[in-house]
């Protein structure tokens, strides 16, 4: 396997496996990140000039136009410095599309030719690497600071999630790109999983259980860590792996950011009642507020985010982000993050039942207190 540009790594002693022209091969590497509440595209398209454009799902099938994004992603595109990853090497240049809900994933290219057995040496290079991921944050943070007043509540969340797409589109004899995957399913399924070692027949299986195919000649292997696809176009696919590695970040940090809010939101509950237990007072002020506030946010960003990319239509691609959201655990993630949020909602409603207590409480006093006045007061002589 090697690189297209800056010097080609042709590695030797593999002449027997499947060969990959050149132009037919590429492995992107997605690193997704959080940096904003939300971000205002439209703003945000007029205050970067230059390589930008709205990401539209390209079908190379026949699927209806309303399988889309809702509202369209912005990519940009800017230099970066090639980063060298043993005899690999990325293109000097990354594509970052931003999302309106505050997400941005960065898109790293490593062209690809040579016999398949090299995807494994790519593999490992590429895998949990230090310098791809310094830099994708390093682009991040100046997108950030570029966008100005189009990102709402702007932060840089130190949660990231990472993604390989190992896009094979041609084989060197011809063959359909998905003959890889029936003449090597060891090698594919070590791809996968970046393992050198022999794989068990079990663990082999399972790398490549999540597999979709449309036509004969093609095939998509959905992993954990990274997916393979044999297809001669990868655009669509690689644009639905990507928001499903986005969506997994968001649900990650919702999930920690919920966590953070259901301790504080008992730890409030706790002290209320403490309170009350031995004097009648009112709640500090702004903790139902600060509560309800977290609630919604909460809940907007989950709707967002599971909205954002509408799976009605081309259900080619429904199933492979099914088995994508499938391999990142998002259903589980989902109901986690469901029943964290009904539980803020049980504890803000106690809250507010602890409120609404408190002001009859007072009321009662109040009206304890005019009766008692009232009647001690013609005794003092006071009032005639």
């Not at 490549?208 to 449309?214: D, G, K, N, Q, W």
């Not at 977290?294 to 985010?305: G, H, K, P, W, Y």
Request: with cysteine; net charge negative.
């Amino acid at each position: 396997m090697s690189q297209s540009t800056a010097g080609q790594h042709d590695l030797q002693g593999r002449r027997h496996a499947p060969h990959i022209p050149p132009g037919a091969g590429r492995c992107i590497l997605l690193h997704a990140f959080d940096i904003a509440h939300g971000i205002d595209l439209d703003e945000a398209e007029r205050l970067i000039s230059g390589a930008t454009e709205r990401v539209a799902v390209r079908h190379t099938r026949k699927a209806p136009s309303y399988f889309e994004y809702s509202p369209p992603p912005l990519r940009i595109t800017r230099a970066a410095p090639a980063l060298e990853l043993g005899p690999f090497r990325t293109k000097p240049a990354v594509e970052m599309v931003v999302f309106d809900f505050g997400a941005v994933s960065v898109r790293f290219r490593i062209d690809l030719v040579g016999p398949a057995p090299g995807l494994l040496d790519l593999a490992e290079a590429v895998f949990d690497s230090a310098a791809v991921r310094d830099e994708a944050r390093r682009q991040a943070e100046a997108l950030l600071a570029l966008l100005g007043g189009a990102a709402r509540q702007p932060r840089m969340d130190p949660t990231t999630e990472d993604y390989a797409v190992f896009h094979v589109g041609a084989l060197a004899d011809g063959r359909a790109p998905a003959a890889l995957l029936a003449d090597n399913p060891a090698l594919v399924a070590q791809v996968l999983r970046c393992e050198r070692r022999e794989m068990s027949d079990d663990e082999q299986r399972d790398a490549l259980a999540c597999r979709v195919s449309y036509g004969r000649g093609d095939a998509m292997l959905v992993d954990w860590n990274a997916a393979m696809v044999l297809d001669p176009d990868a655009d669509e696919a690689v644009t639905v792996l990507e928001f499903a590695n986005v969506e997994l970040l968001e649900m990650r940090i919702l999930d920690d950011r919920l966590d953070a809010q259901l301790e504080e939101a008992y730890r409030t509950l706790t002290e209320q009642e403490g309170r009350r237990r031995w004097w009648i007072l009112p709640p500090r002020a702004g903790v139902l507020t600060r509560i309800g506030r977290l609630q919604v946010d909460s809940a907007l960003l989950f709707e967002n985010v599971n909205n954002a990319l509408k799976l009605i239509g081309d259900q080619y691609l429904a199933r492979l982000y099914r088995m994508a959201a499938t391999r990142f655990h998002l259903p589980e993630r989902d109901e986690t993050i469901g029943r964290k949020l009904r539980t803020l909602e049980s504890i803000y409603e106690k809250l507010s039942d602890h409120q609404a207590g408190v002001r009859a409480d007072l009321l009662e006093w109040i009206i304890i207190l005019l009766i008692a006045l009232s009647i001690v007061l013609p005794f003092l002589g006071i009032g005639k």
